[in-house]
């Protein structure tokens, strides 16, 4: 049913908030989900990302220094939903990974704990430069400025390299969040 805005609406007294309460009790966010999402975020900044660089030409677009800012926040949000889906198999509860004092959209926060939880044994060893881009990358990630444009000087890691270490983590993690497919 839609109202006249032809916005669609709830044919029933519950509220969304409540919907969304009920959804999760009934189990249906698992680490094999959030990890087909974020495989989903990480290929539409790949399309994004891929477009542009037919369209520029320019030296700097051809080394993978390509600034759009959906494509930053698509490819961000699918490293945040990769390391959810880690946490969220390793026994971290879903409140918790929905608790911005916990862990928001913190990736900082979500990689140095799936580091303590021993996510190095499913993924590659980036190095330092992984986890020094994921910090320059989520000061503007967790502040939401990729949705919400905060006109200053800002350093990005090169898009090219987080779409590809993206893509490489979720491939990585698919075999453990498979086998935890069904609600921890």
């Known amino acids: 049913m839609t109202n006249s805005a032809g916005n669609l609406r709830l044919q029933s007294s519950i509220t ?3 919907l969304q309460l009920e959804i999760e009790k009934a189990g249906n966010t698992t680490p094999f989900g959030l990890l ?3 495989r989903r975020f990480v290929g539409a900044s790949r399309i994004v990302y891929d477009h ?3 369209r520029e030409t320019s030296g700097a677009e051809e080394l993978g220094y390509v600034i759009d800012l959906p494509a ?3 490819v ?3 490293f945040e939903l990769a390391f959810k889906a880690y946490l969220l198999g390793s026994g971290v509860g879903l409140v918790d990974l929905k608790n911005p004092k916990k862990f928001g959209h913190d990736l900082t926060a979500c990689l ?3 580091e303590d939880l021993g996510i190095a044994d499913h993924i590659p060893p980036f190095g330092d430069e992984f986890g020094l881009a994921i910090d320059i990358f989520n000061q ?3 502040k939401k400025e990729f949705e919400y444009s905060v006109p200053s000087s800002k350093q990005f890691p090169f898009l090219a390299y987080l779409i590809h270490d993206a893509e490489l983590i979720i491939e990585r993690l698919e075999p453990f969040c498979y086998g935890r497919r069904h609600n921890p």
């Open 52 to 54: 542009l660089k037919a």
């Open 112 to 114: 140095k704990v799936a």
């Open 16 to 18: 969304r908030t409540q």
């Open 72 to 74: 930053y926040y698509l």
């Open 76 to 78: 961000g949000h699918s």
């Open 140 to 142: 503007y990630y967790e």
């Open 36 to 38: 087909n999402l974020a």
